[in-house]
């Protein structure tokens, strides 16, 4: 072979052996970063344990409570002649996903508890610690069944669920006589920078209001008042905030002049909305996340006092969603040790900080409205105490 020749082929070797290198630094990487490169088969019979009993555990409580729910109404879907359809489709569709998400966190306590005692009661979890792996390691596919749930009851309780909310008060507001506040008197709330609206009476049946009047200051000086009789909120328009004033009289006054006009009907803009001006109990849970944000945000702009609410349950929505990762902990660091007495007790002690865990999230809520408690921290706190519990349960655990 000539030099050449040889030359050439060397080269070719290196560099297809750059490419064989580079294929396996690729390859590693995406070895690495690849979610299933850490779930062992250990992990996934245990994550499949987990999952299963949680959604058995769903299933078998909420159909209780349907059963329970199906016997308190049904005099009242009888006198009110709901039909099946609207039952099943407008009330029921969106009960189950509304009360499977709320009770959540009882929900993963009881499947941490069952599915745990009976891996205890088989030494099943006594084989894995003697084949050397930790209680740390242990916790790994509980923490990875942890996050999916989080992420999907966050997901729900975020934008899922607050529309099918919708659905189901108004089928009770028509079937159940679960009469929703349609009126407001004596509103008044900044609209915008400087400009003040106040409304007499509002009835939002009607989308209707009376005794309207519209003030407009600059350098705290009243340039423009404008009232009218009847206010109407045009539902058919294209943009918001579209206004049709009825009756009206507008004073502009500029230095001692002033300047009046008048008639029988005009189409003005105001910021406002009739959402805005009526306030029913559980409004805040027909709200998505990134409405509930622009809503407080908004009323915070005009001056509203009657925000905290909302601001419970934005909070309150992100809070929730970590509380998998907290009761998983406590429910394995408490079953994870076989026990003659077998998973009774444990269950019942399960049971109880689950209600208990509710509980506080609805106390704190009612201090964060009625006792001025920040409601982030109002909604944050039983996380916080129950992280406490937690990390005692978790370092007694391996002992």
Known sequence: MEYSEIRNRHKTLHAIRAIRRKVAMMSLWLNMVNPLHYVKKIDGYIIRKFIGTYIYAIILIISISIVFDVNENLAKFSTYHAPLKAIVLDYYANFIPYFANLFSPLFVFIAVIFFTSKLAGNSEIIAMLACGMSFKRLMRPYMISAALISVLNFFLGAYIIPQGTVVRQNFESLYKNSRKNTSASNVQLQVGPGTIAYISQYDDKTKTGYGFSLDKFENKKLVSHMTA???????????????????????????MREHITSGMETDTTVMMEPMDLVFSKGQQETLTSPELKRYISKQKDRGSSNVVQYEVEYHKRIASSFASFILTIIGASLSARKRKGGMGLYLGIGMALSFSYILL?????????????????????????YSFIAYYCYKKAPN
């Open 229 to 255: 009789n009847v206010i109407k909120y045009d539902t058919i328009s294209d943009s918001r905030y579209h206004w049709k004033a009825i009756n009206y009289k507008i004073r502009t006054l500029k230095g």
């Open 361 to 385: 999230q609805t106390v704190c809520a009612t201090f964060a409205i009625n006792a001025s408690t920040p409601p982030m921290l109002a909604a944050w706190i039983p996380n916080i105490l």
